[in-house]
């Protein structure tokens, strides 16, 4: 730390109490009384140096020549500034650094110790001194802290911007460059930066560690101060997304809850808060209003977590309300574990806040689905051509982030059906590519809620499309006792076609294969487009074979149902299921038959 050093006499001071003696060995011709110090001085040197001091020992000398007392309770810096004024005065040797320069130019400015009371005075050592004090990193954060002292005297004197633009400027350079001196760390503060910076690495625009050099400096600030040297370093040009990372470190420092997970599964306990619950809520608001609002600059990851410390905390309803927002503007960038929040309301009801994500998701929707998309549904090709490829991705990692987290809550029986229903038809029809993740939500709700009437199971199963599912999710569903018997049938009628139209692409593709091989029907010397013709065919017949033995296996799982429930009467209108004509035998009605199967012996070498 730098300093100055002035005087060449020896003390010439001691302290008795609370009273400050001179002891050159005269009486003492005026006391001055500054808080509840008394200092026994003498005139001669104090009016030399002071023109507020001459003033006022003029005007309390009697005509006796008694001791004169003077109270000078205002003077910036106290008793403690006023003892190194006195030394300043009476040419005592005393040292002037980063951390008392600030109040002794304020006081020395407050007695008007100017040139025209002396030369070198102290406003110009203490001026000279504040600009070699600003040509450096951590004499300038020094010289800040001390500022709120005299603040007001600072503003006035222009020491606060001066100091704040100072740094402002430094922070948005390379220190390298300039060969500015920074603060140096020791192992327990490396380790302490280490853990706060750990995790803003998901940040959109991961900074370089030298990006982030005077995050800790800065943090080590009050809150005005901070927000005031922050504002300026972003006005300075700083990136947005080194200002939003700045501020979470902060956060981080003064806020426990900030450094723990959402869900009931965090077993971490946070350090017991050194601030009260009411500094920690206006803590948190004023930081997230000083958060650039600006897409990506935090990490949903950290806004999730201010999002959560908000409630716990009681933040204002208008905070809240802006954590949530910021987070549905990029939905599609947060992870599942952070959407978990536990409910903390009064009346909790169920385990989560499903409101609270229902409010982020529709604010996700109010920005990335057209108008035209949510009036009516649409299909994935439509989708694409209306909403377009950037639209689409959003809105694809969103519907499969919701279908993860119905699965999550789903087996949460105070969950009402109303509320999980809100949530999936939230998202559009075409962002979901595959139903299978809205199918498992479904299933384990379904699981969880055995309650339900058939008409609620029904209702809740719309919430999927049959004809979207995958081959492993037909099969499952297929085989789930808990599905209506309808969505089952829907589930055996949707793979069976998928079956028939997988069958007929193979036998175009065969025959387009052996017409494009062999397209005159010339045989060359060696015969080898027959030979090649005949392998295609075989593995065609191949596939055939294996299909086949699928579409048979869903035949007897469609006999085993219907054995067991009575009521089939309404599939073959419904999906043009027919029985065999002429038919009296009551079982062959069972016998479900289409146009488009195939049946016949997998040897016969006619097909």
Known sequence: MASMKLGS??????????????????????????????????????????????????????????????????????????????KFCYGVKLEITALNVVSLRCAAEHLQMTENY?????????????????????????????????????????????????????????????????????????????ELLNGMSCESKPQSVGDNWWFYDVSLLSLPLYKRLILAIESKGMKSETIAASLIYYLRRFLPLMNRQSSF????????????????????????????????????KHLLRLLRTAMILRASPSCKE??????????????????????????VETLYDIDCIQRILDHFMSIYQPASLSASPCITEIGTLIAGVDTLTPMTMVANLVDGYLAEVASDANLNLSKFQAL?????????????????????????????????REQLCRLMNCQKLS???????????????????QVLFFEQLRLRTSISGWFFVSENLENS???????????????????????VRERLLELEKECSSIRKELQKLTKTKKSWSIF??????????????????NNVNTSSSVNKNPNNESS
């Open 118 to 194: 002396g030369a070198d005075n102290l406003i110009g050592y203490t001026e000279s001194f504040l600009n070699e004090v600003f040509s450096n990193w951590p004499d300038s954060i020094k010289a800040l802290e001390t500022c709120e002292e005299v603040q007001n005297f600072a503003e006035d004197l222009h020491i606060f911007s001066r100091c704040i633009d100072s740094l402002a400027m430094k922070a948005c350079s390379d220190p390298d460059l300039f060969n500015w001196q920074v603060t140096g760390r020791n192992d327990a503060k490396n380790q302490e930066e280490h």
């Open 471 to 489: 081959l492993e999710g037909s099969s499952h569903a297929a085989q789930n006792e808990r599905l209506p018997l309808r969505v089952i049938v």
């Open 265 to 300: 599964k965090d077993t971490n306990h946070a350090t017991i808060p050194t601030t009260s619950e009411a500094d920690q809520r206006g803590l948190l608001e004023e930081i997230v209003e000083l958060i650039p609002n600006k897409r990506g600059v935090t990490s949903s």
């Open 424 to 456: 999936a038809v939230a998202i559009p029809d075409y962002a979901r590519p595959l139903d299978d993740g809205i199918y498992h939500a479904i299933d384990v709700y379904l699981k969880a809620h055995t309650w339900l009437t058939d008409s609620e």
């Open 572 to 589: 073959p209108k419904r999906f043009g299921f027919r029985r065999k004509s002429g038919s009296s035998n009551p079982n062959e009605s």
């Open 517 to 539: 091989q062999n397209p005159r029907g010339n045989i060359g010397p060696s015969g080898s487009c027959q030979v090649d013709s005949a392998e295609t065919t075989e593995n």
């Open 9 to 86: 006499k020896p003390e010439a001071f001691r302290r008795e109490g609370q009273t400050w003696v001179c002891t050159t060995g005269l009486p003492s011709d005026v006391t001055i009384e500054v808080g509840e110090i008394s200092f026994l001085l003498h005139k001669f040197p104090l009016l030399s140096r002071s023109g507020l001091l001459k003033k006022l020992i003029a005007e309390s000398t009697s005509e006796d020549g008694s001791s004169s007392i003077l109270q000078l309770h205002d003077v910036p810096g106290g008793a403690k500034t006023f003892e190194l004024i006195t």
């Open 322 to 347: 802006n954590l949530e927002k910021r987070v549905g503007a990029q939905l599609d960038q947060a992870s599942l574990v952070d959407l978990l929040i536990p409910n903390m309301g009064y009346s």
